[in-house]
């Protein structure tokens, strides 16, 4: 599998399809697999790209001193040495942060974005924020990546029928390491883009969950200020690409197809018989667990 240098950075990723290009950012404490039941639905249409953010999945780099924008920056040298022009970018969590510091950053080279449970500031002016940001991370450094893991997936997907989906995500976060997971966080919540959201040029798409760790009414508010189309997945937790793949799937090809809104806007979580058991066979996942990365240079 591809590894892409630069500099002290090895960045891991995964590309799948044709078509049109469209990247593919993961949250907090995962990696490129995390897009494992959006790509069969994808493929077909759209050429995927999904790295793994620097410290995350098989992405290493020799400091820990992360920042929002360095990841975007990493993810720029990534694409333009592939040779990707104007890439589709879908971000979830701190993979929106990251989308969205990328579309800030060349405006005119991003035609759509999807940000999912993300917002256009992490740093703490709310009780909720702090909440978030700050307990979490003190829970990983008193018990642990493993122990902490198990805690988060439980209150991502607590229904009974989610319990494959629960332990994938404490299997997932639990194997990060603790110093790349804090200085991931830290990033997220010194980063703020609300000062340069005029630069955006990027026709949008904001999903969000009924029950994600923020504030609904920040992200439709977010959504109205840039002018974005909005989508409330009802029943969903912060796991939108996982317990609501239908909705999420569903409103992905719609947008990046630029067919018309939704009537409603509003999508629903997976009903529990649909909740699959495991990652499809031979996609996206298995290809990163047996990834052995070879090298492409970097620029």
């Known amino acids: 599998m591809p590894l892409f240098r630069r500099g002290d950075l090895s960045l891991h990723y995964l590309t799948r399809g044709q078509g049109e290009p469209v990247l593919l950012v993961h949250g907090l404490g995962s990696s490129g697999a995390d897009w494992a039941f959006q790509a069969p639905a994808l493929e077909a249409r759209f050429r995927l790209i999904a790295p793994d953010l620097r410290g995350s999945g098989h ?14 920056a990493d993810l720029w040298a990534l694409l333009d040495s592939l040779g990707v022009m104007r890439p589709n970018i879908v971000g979830f969590s701190l993979g929106g942060a990251v989308a969205l ?28 924020k702090w909440a978030e940001a700050r307990l979490q991370s003190a829970l990983v450094r008193m ?23 629960r332990e994938r995500a404490a299997r997932v976060v639990g194997g990060v390491p603790k110093r790349s997971y804090l200085a991931s966080a830290r990033a997220l919540e010194k980063w703020c883009a609300l000062a340069r959201l005029d630069r955006l040029r990027a026709r949008t798409l904001v999903l969000a969950a009924e029950f994600d760790y923020t ?3 920040e992200k439709r508010a977010f959504a109205m200020r840039i002018g974005a189309e909005f989508v409330v997945v009802l029943g969903s937790r912060h796991g939108t690409p996982f317990d609501a793949i239908g909705a999420t799937n569903e409103s992905l090809l719609r947008f990046l197809s630029d067919a018309a809104p939704t009537p409603t806007a509003a999508a629903r979580r997976d009903p529990p018989e649909a909740v699959p058991a495991a990652a499809p066979a031979g996609g996206l996942a298995d290809e990163h667990a047996r990834s052995a990365p070879a090298v492409t240079p970097g620029s």
């Open 215 to 217: 504030p609904l009414a």
């Open 143 to 165: 018990i642990g990546m493993r122990r902490a893991a198990r805690i988060v997936a439980r209150r991502i997907f607590p229904e009974p029928a989610q319990r494959s989906m």
């Open 59 to 72: 992405s290493r780099a020799d400091t820990d001193d992360y920042s929002v924008e360095g990841f975007a």
């Open 101 to 128: 510091e990328m579309a800030l950053q060349r405006p005119d080279d991003v035609p759509r974005l999807v940000l999912i449970n993300s917002l256009p500031s992490y740093r703490i002016d709310h009780w909720r």
